[in-house]
């Protein structure tokens, strides 16, 4: 039971946390310039996206196991990037290796508190 509940509180605070990505996808796309990287704008429709199936995952997490499983292991993949660029830009470092390590967190706790896989008929 604790278990569960604190899979629900996570899921509704990364939930909250990557769907607050759609203001700078607006803001990107209501005012774009020729500095904006459009890139960033894309990523970040992705992660509004997964933080939409998160937050819809939070009633019965078991019925979305595979969604929480993908946002927990792209979470660890966006991380290995970021920190290998952040190595290789030296004045982005700062940024990209403690956005890295949020990362890593928010896969590890998704990871940890994952809904079991349920048992196939005829098995106990």
């Keep these: 039971m604790i278990r569960h ?3 629900q509180v996570v899921l509704v605070l ?3 946390l990557f769907t607050a ?3 700078p996808i607006v803001m990107g796309l209501r005012h774009p310039t020729a500095a904006d990287d459009t890139g960033d704008t894309m990523m970040m429709s992705l992660y509004f996206t997964m933080g939409i199936f998160l937050l819809l995952a939070v ?3 078991e019925k979305y196991r ?4 993908f946002v927990a292991w792209s979470s660890f ?6 920190t290998w660029q952040g190595l290789s830009i030296p004045e982005q470092k700062t940024g ?3 956005a890295s390590g949020i990362l890593v967190v928010i896969g590890a706790l998704l ?3 994952l809904p079991p896989r349920p048992l196939a008929p005829g098995q106990a």
Excluded: D, K, Q
């Design 21 to 23: 990505a759609i203001y």
């Design 77 to 82: 993949a966006h991380a290995v990037v970021m």
């Design 14 to 16: 990364v939930g909250l």
């Design 59 to 61: 009633r019965n997490p």
């Design 96 to 98: 990209f290796i403690a």
């Design 111 to 113: 990871l940890a508190l």
């Design 66 to 69: 595979s969604a929480i499983w």
């Design 5 to 7: 509940r604190s899979l």
